[in-house]
């Protein structure tokens, strides 16, 4: 028997590597294979995990599965949440269309690298249902086939007050996310990515001016110092200061402000760049 892993290091798997195993699960049903709770599926990296279903609804022409998102260790807001795939066949060959269920967000805004109006699932986690789900029509000999896949998530729209996804643009629910389909405790790739995320959405709305923060009250007082400018001009970077430096950089942003308070801009004329509080010093 495996010896279980030291608290505060358990991997998990992100809101998309759930979703592309209900995708798979619900086609393999769909398609007249077997309604077992168990699917593996394959994620980026080469891992090959076992997840749990916790249940198969067959309507009509679609199938829908649910599993519970296990997120390890990390203290991610949609840890626990229900993730839903609902498939249904198309009749376009090889085409895989994303639909936006209930909890799931809309697009609202330029930037994200998805459309506009549509749901609000990044593009590694597209290309994973996407790829499931050709193999599964190859597998049951259905390759004349598309398939539409309709995301949703139990409860999404109110764990998504609990995330920055308003000003990012993504409106009622969250998005289905992941790079990798691991979550690893703590890693912060989550909030760094939404960071970027944040900036570039600042950029393609035109502002010629960031401003970033190291948190609510910080913002609140750069929004004061600026109501002349869009909400998305104002982004909290939190600790990550560098990070959000160098995306800045990347994307050309004209002019950046850093509004801190001073402990935090201590840290930063002190020549440090990552400004929690467990990893750098106050100089006095």
Same mark, same amino acid.
């Given at each position: 028997m495996e010896a279980p892993k030291p608290k505060g290091t358990r991997t998990g798997f992100t809101t998309g590597a759930n *979703?592309?195993?209900? #995708?798979? *699960? *619900?086609?393999?049903?769909?398609?007249?294979? @077997?309604e077992g709770d168990k699917v593996v599926i394959h994620l980026p990296e080469g891992q090959t995990p076992e997840f749990t279903l916790i249940s198969t609804h067959r309507d009509a022409d679609s199938v829908t599965c649910a599993a519970i998102k296990d997120g390890g260790d990390d203290p991610d807001v949609t840890h626990g949440a229900e993730i839903r795939a609902t498939v249904r066949l198309n009749g376009l060959k090889g085409q895989v269309r994303f639909l936006k269920g209930e909890g799931v967000g809309t697009v609202t805004?330029?930037?994200?690298?998805?459309? $506009?109006?549509? @749901?609000a699932i990044n593009p590694v986690p597209r290309?994973?249902? +996407?790829?499931?789900?050709?193999?599964?029509l190859k597998e049951f000999g259905r390759e004349n086939e598309g398939v539409d896949i309709t995301v949703s998530a139990k409860d999404g729209e109110a764990i998504a007050r609990k995330t920055l996804n308003a000003r990012l643009g993504i409106l009622g629910g969250i998005s289905i996310l992941g790079r990798t389909g691991i979550v690893y405790p703590y890693s912060n790739a989550a909030y760094i990515a939404s960071i970027e995320q944040g900036?570039? =959405?600042?950029?393609?709305?035109? *502002?010629?001016?960031?401003?970033?923060?190291?948190?609510?009250? +910080?913002? &609140?007082?750069? $929004?004061?110092?600026?109501?002349?400018? &869009?909400?998305?001009a104002f982004v909290q970077m939190g600790d990550h200061v560098g990070k959000a430096l160098d995306h800045c950089k990347? !994307?050309? =942003? @004209?002019?950046? =402000?850093? #509004?801190?308070? $001073?402990?935090? #801009?201590?840290? !930063?004329?002190n020549g440090q760049f990552y400004i929690h509080v467990r990893k750098s010093e106050v100089n006095m």
């Open positions: *979703a592309t195993a209900c #995708v798979s *699960a *619900a086609l393999r049903a769909l398609l007249g294979g @077997p805004k330029p930037g994200l690298g998805l459309e $506009i109006g549509g @749901p290309k994973m249902m +996407t790829e499931h789900a050709l193999e599964r900036i570039e =959405v600042a950029v393609h709305q035109g *502002a010629l001016e960031v401003f970033l923060t190291t948190g609510g009250l +910080t913002e &609140d007082y750069a $929004i004061k110092l600026r109501p002349d400018l &869009d909400e998305s990347k !994307l050309g =942003v @004209p002019k950046i =402000v850093l #509004v801190g308070q $001073i402990g935090k #801009v201590s840290k !930063l004329v």
